[in-house]
């Protein structure tokens, strides 16, 4: 049974919230695993302590912050969402030169220099009449913002029908605490296909804004793929024009179908993109909350949609559509000099627009029957001194990755990439499980751990018979945060170069926005406690979660309904 479907909105309307935890003294003792319980925050902070006393937000609480330091924006950004909240307009309270803070019933930003907390860490502490946070710097401030948002039971945003809720709220009184955290990984990923099927701006948005409540900071966003091409490339109209439409989609999933059996289709065109000002858009909402966007291009394989536009760079030079059906198709990009301009031309647009240092060329699932047959082909590999297609597809990688690196990028490949050899500079992504990170790792390349047995949220999370239609396999909550990305058996050599962990949604059978919601909540909260924290407590985390559901409802406006 998913815990979502048994949690229902708890946010009613009253005009005081007031959530009593269990009060121990704030003490200063050393942190125990089972203090998380009242923390009422995933991912569950490093330290968290109870006070023995309350505080209450409410519409007069000041926000405070230097305006000529750069948490300021943080601050602001905090100072809406309380505004929101209470239907108050009141601004951001600038004080400089003002060591004191002596201001009551105020939330104090302070800039500070804690080796410890790093660029991303945060302490919180709760006088009985002001809050005190303080980071090195802006992601830090971020994040204690989301926790005290968790704690204080609030949302960023909301529907109409909840900021009509946030109408009745005066106050909100809880025990106060005293927090300390900061993550175990830097790279906290987050995986959406938008080509088998489309989610809108707002609803990318509102995916980002549930990913930076659970401190998620990288969004790696599947943007072309057989079945339809996403993103506007100008120099290459056709993509958009052709590539981004199919012409229909199969119908259920390959095993509903008997041996022989033709498939069956929708008959429905399925045309979508991103124009480059919306993507523009959507990576600055992104930043703003300390996001990066990872665009995927893929390559050499899953490329049909691309090719089914421009012909001319696959090997059969024609005879290819943009795909609606599922799974991996035999024509891909022909590995030769005319097909790398065309992908050059490509990131040259996709560099411009997505400002972060890693650019995914994909690699997985390239068949190497084209090659095979294709003299083009064959003469490349023949030039490279390739032993065989392995190594072709190690050249194309290679070529790639040599040119995003005159443009100040670096690569993430599928783990696939590594099979014809990899340079030393790529990072490595692991689907199949986490022997291809493992052996990255020990070759020195940084290492994404994102396996599918695991982390793969298009998987089913119960009983098939009981769920909507999913892809196959099972990963239950209870097995996403069970798995350890980096265990110490591994040594500190390798551990040191898993940089992270990240949960992928692939969409053939997700047809929208509430069905990605219910498969991905409350299983990202789980990627989340595995990706930030080090203290794990299934039991603790399924306590907190009871608490949190009801605020992503919120956030996305409905509760976590199965598909009908
Ligand atoms: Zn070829």
Redesign the pocket.
């Given at each position: 049974m998913c815990i979502s479907n048994s949690i229902k909105p708890k946010l009613k309307m009253k005009k005081t919230l007031i959530i009593f935890t269990a009060v121990v003294f704030c003490a200063n003792g050393s942190f125990s695993k089972s203090i998380n319980t009242g923390s009422d925050i995933i991912p569950a902070p490093v330290e968290f302590h109870i006070c023995q006393y309350g505080f209450s937000l409410n519409a007069n609480t000041k926000v405070i912050a230097n305006i000529n330091s750069s948490e300021y924006s943080v601050a602001e950004y905090l100072n809406g969402i309380l505004c929101r909240f209470f239907k108050e307009d009141k601004p951001v309270i600038v004080k400089r030169d003002n060591p004191k803070y002596s201001l009551a019933n105020s939330i104090i930003f302070i800039l500070t220099s804690d080796k410890q907390l790093g660029r991303e860490g945060y302490e919180i502490d709760m006088k009985k009449d002001k809050i005190l946070i303080s980071a090195n710097d802006n992601p830090g401030f971020f994040y204690a913002v989301q926790s005290l948002m968790q704690y204080f039971s609030i949302t960023p945003n909301g529907n109409n029908e909840t900021k009509d809720e946030y109408k009745k709220y005066t106050q909100i009184t809880k025990t106060a605490c005293k927090i300390k955290d900061y993550p175990r990984f830097s790279y906290r990923g987050k995986h959406l296909d938008v080509c088998r099927h489309f989610f809108t701006v707002e609803e990318v948005k509102c995916y980002l804004d549930l990913m930076a409540y659970n401190k998620l900071n990288y969004f790696h966003w599947h943007l072309t793929d057989d079945q339809g091409w996403r993103i506007e490339i100008k120099k290459y109209p056709l993509l958009t024009q052709i590539s981004s439409c199919r012409e229909q989609t199969m119908i259920g999933h390959y095993r509903d179908y008997g041996k022989g059996e033709p498939l069956r289709f929708d008959g429905k065109r399925y045309c979508a993109y991103y124009t480059q000002e919306q993507i523009k858009e959507i990576v600055k909402y992104a930043a703003e909350r300390y996001i990066t966007v990872i665009p995927e291009i893929e390559m050499p394989g899953h490329a049909c949609a691309a090719l089914a536009a421009y012909p001319q760079f696959s090997?059969r030079r024609g005879g290819i559509k943009v795909e609606g059906t599922w799974g991996v198709f035999d024509d891909v990009f022909?590995?030769?000099d005319s097909t790398f301009s065309f992908i050059e031309g490509i990131l040259e647009e996709v560099c411009d627009l997505f400002p972060g240092k890693y650019i995914h060329i994909g690699g997985d699932e390239c068949p190497k029957t084209?090659?095979k047959e294709?003299p083009?082909?064959q003469k490349t590999k023949q030039e490279q001194g390739c032993k065989d297609e392995h190594e072709l597809q190690s050249y194309f990688v290679r070529t790639i990755e040599k040119f995003l690196n005159t443009k100040g990028k670096s690569i993430i490949g599928w783990e696939e990439i590594l099979e014809g050899g990899v340079t030393g500079t790529a990072t490595i992504m692991s689907w199949m499980g986490v022997n291809g990170g493992i052996t990255a790792a020990k070759m020195g390349n940084d290492a994404i751990m994102t396996p599918e047995n695991y982390l793969y949220f298009n998987w089913y999370q119960a009983d098939p018979k009981t769920e909507p239609l999913a892809f196959g396999g099972l990963t239950p909550l209870d097995k996403v945060y069970n798995f350890n990305p980096a265990p110490d058996s591994l040594g500190a050599e390798v551990q040191r170069h898993i940089i992270g962990v990240q949960a992928n949604t692939w969409t053939e059978y997700i047809t929208d926005f509430k069905n990605l919601m219910y498969m991905d909540y409350p299983r990202t909260a789980a990627l989340a406690e595995i990706a930030w924290s080090k203290n794990l407590d299934y039991t603790d985390f399924l306590e907190r979660l009871q608490h949190t559901t009801p605020l992503y409802q919120t956030m996305y406006g409905g509760i976590f309904s199965k598909k009908k």
């Open positions: 090997c022909c590995c030769n084209r090659w294709c083009v082909c």
